[in-house]
């Protein structure tokens, strides 16, 4: 798979030019901001995989409690095994604020992460992400000059018709803002069918009272939920395309769907297909299939199970020894299973499947690097999340913990 690696505008414009092409199969690498990288100093590339184990650990002792480490469940193992908690984005932020007698919140995770725990950790506490190259290409879909733009367009086409806005936690804080300041909530992979339940619900029940939503960024886990846990079919979920005049739909279309989804995907989720199913199946008979809802439909509705990450984990932990699980999410996960479940056999669903390689940016020289600053009472790579954009971010988030 190709890689491009692209900053600012340039990125902008990228994007909406895959959008408009629809032919991209890469994977692309944005920032969400105009940050850049610096180089690491030449001392950090000369050094081995074990003296820079041997110095993390060093001086990861010397922060003591200072410090808390977050890992995301796609983390590489050279990076993983330093931190304090392993989790999905929300649970690592839940974890974080559980610390807060830690100055420093170093997350190994990726751009959008960094900001939720900005979002909701103490004032005192400064959140580190050890590589600012590593954004999510899924929440880069949903550029917030696109997504404004798509909401004047639809408020118009829908008059009289309220619409629910709904954001996936893989999306950039600005997002969550406009969620915020329009009514609507974040949402996780685990809570997604709640969250938009409570849209969809008058306000004399307790629910936001939306004729519709508008899902952002990613349509599949949309479109997972919606068709298969609250009874819409598929024809009710409509996807706006940013790159097209009106989403590319009629306004007639528009009016009817109940169901809004943004054109957005995940490049690693998205490499899973139904053939994949089939064949594991021919090669294992009695292979339990688990995959991710940011698969493409036709997949969460072949496999025998799906969920979050951490669903994930739980499904094969509850497994038996000689059980086969084919699971279809991020590849670093899928090893480390197989490694601590060695009596169940733990399969990639798909044997081609790429790492996501902007959670890759951040290994153990990046890790290091920024302990040695903070022991040099610098904080480097700080991610600060400005108002009122944090306020509002927060309003959403605030709602989904309230509604799950
Ligand atoms: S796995 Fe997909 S959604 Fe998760 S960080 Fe990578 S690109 Fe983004």
């Not at 330093?82 to 007698?101: I, Q, V, Y």
Request: glycine content about 8%; aromatic content about 6%.
């Amino acid at each position: 798979m190709a890689t491009l690696q692209l900053q600012g505008d340039l990125a902008q414009t990228f994007n909406k030019i895959h959008h408009q092409n629809g032919a991209w199969t890469g994977h692309i690498t944005m920032t969400s901001g105009a940050e850049l990288q610096v180089p690491l100093p030449e001392k950090y590339l000369q050094m081995s995989a074990d003296e820079i184990a041997v110095q993390i650990a060093r001086q990861k002792e010397r922060l003591g409690s200072r410090l808390v480490v977050l890992g995301h469940h796609y983390q590489r193992e050279e990076v993983i095994r330093w931190a304090d908690f392993r989790g999905d984005s929300f649970k690592l932020c839940k974890d974080a604020a559980a610390r807060p007698d830690a100055e420093f919140i170093i997350f190994c995770g990726v751009h959008f992460m960094a900001e939720s725990a900005d979002i909701l950790s103490a004032p005192h506490q400064k959140v580190i992400l050890p590589d600012l190259h590593a954004g999510c290409s899924m929440a880069d879909m949903a550029d917030i000059d696109q997504v404004e733009e798509a909401w004047d367009a639809l408020q118009e086409a829908c008059a009289g018709q309220k619409i629910i806005p709904i954001t996936y936690m893989n999306s950039a804080a600005n997002l969550k803002a406009f969620v915020g300041r329009n009514g609507g909530a974040v949402c996780t992979s685990s809570n997604a069918k709640k969250i938009m339940d409570w849209a969809l619900t008058p306000v004399e029940q307790g629910g936001a009272g939306g004729e519709k939503l508008l899902f952002f960024p990613d349509q599949h886990l949309g479109r997972n939920t919606a068709v298969l846990e609250m009874g819409f079919s598929l024809d009710d979920c409509v996807v706006w395309n940013p790159a097209e005049d009106l989403g590319g739909q009629s306004e007639e279309t528009l009016r009817r769907a109940p169901i809004l989804l943004w054109k957005g995907h995940c490049s690693v989720h998205g490499t899973f297909m139904p053939i994949h199913i089939k064949n594991v199946r021919e090669r294992h008979p009695g292979v339990h299939v688990v995959v991710h809802p940011e698969c493409i439909h036709e997949v969460v509705r072949d496999a025998d199970s799906y969920g979050s990450t951490e669903k994930i984990r739980q499904i094969i932990a509850a497994g038996k020894p000689g059980d086969i699980f084919a699971v279809g999410t991020e590849i670093n996960l899928v090893s480390r299973l197989a490694e601590e479940y060695p009596d169940r056999t733990v399969l990639s669903l798909n044997p081609n499947v790429c790492v996501c390689s902007t959670m890759y940016r951040v290994d153990g020289p990046h890790l290091l690097w920024v302990m040695d600053n903070l022991l040099d009472g610098k904080v480097v790579n700080q991610i600060v999340v400005p108002e009122p954009i944090a306020s509002e971010a927060k309003l959403a988030l605030d709602r989904m913990l309230q509604i799950a």
